[in-house]
């Protein structure tokens, strides 16, 4: 604790009458709390959870056990991004999705959107029912996994839940495409060489739960899981 905020609770504890003490305390607890980054912690595996499609059919965590998950999610301003991935990905991975070993989901922040407008936003999504997304109505996993705004945000889970690749992209290039689609297929089959780790994207990017900003002389490149 910091001195000047040890001096300022004991002027407050000094000056207070008995009856404000617990409710001062808790107010100072709330401070702190939001002062000192009380966020949600950035998670390391899939999150429990429940949520609807734009058609109103519920899906939870457990639907994509036991398989490869894939999860593009995005706010409004990063939609266009996040599209031309889930496009790119779907053709590049279409062998792998056919077989029911890799499960590739969109998912929409939608956190703020008040309740009397959901009805109009769930209408502008494809009507099409194969191409649903999970409508992230309170920002749960913009919060959990720490999205980037703007962005097309990227969860690899392996077989067990565990998030072993995380990424974000303001746009979608071939090159990106193959590189990604070559570490999700590396996922499926097993643990890839070394050098096919370095071969990775160039962009903002986490492997498992570790971060190395000078990994393959990349701006924030790769670190294999061991």
């Known amino acids: 604790m910091y001195i000047g905020t040890e001096l300022f609770i004991r002027g407050i504890t000094t000056l207070a009458k008995p009856q404000t003490l617990k409710m001062t305390s808790c107010l100072l607890l709330c401070v702190c709390f939001f002062c000192c980054g009380g966020t949600f912690p950035r998670l390391s595996s899939l999150m429990s959870f429940e949520m609807e499609d734009q058609f109103r059919n519920s899906h939870s965590h457990a639907d994509f056990k036991g ?12 939609a266009s991004a996040a599209e031309n991935w889930g496009k790119a990905l779907s053709q590049s991975l279409k062998p792998e999705r056919d077989s029911g ?5 969109g998912l929409s922040n939608l956190k703020g959107v008040p309740f009397f407008l959901k009805d109009y936003v769930r209408g502008k999504f494809s009507q099409n029912a194969g191409d649903w997304a999970l409508m992230d109505w309170k920002g749960l996993f913009a919060d959990s996994y720490g999205f980037i705004a703007g962005n097309a945000n990227v969860l690899v889970f392996d077989k067990e839940g565990v998030l072993v690749y995380q990424a974000h992209f303001s746009e979608c290039r071939p090159d990106q495409v193959l590189s990604l689609t070559a570490i999700i297929r590396s996922k499926l089959d097993g643990p890839p060489p070394v050098l096919a780790i370095c071969q990775a994207l160039p962009g903002n990017v986490r492997e498992g739960v570790m971060w190395n900003k000078q990994s393959c ?6 670190q294999p899981v061991t």
Do not use: K, P, T, Y
């Open 67 to 78: 398989c490869v998950l894939v999860v593009i999610g995005s706010d409004r301003e990063g």
């Open 101 to 105: 070993r890799l499960n590739l989901i």
């Open 217 to 222: 002389g990349f701006e924030a490149g790769l």
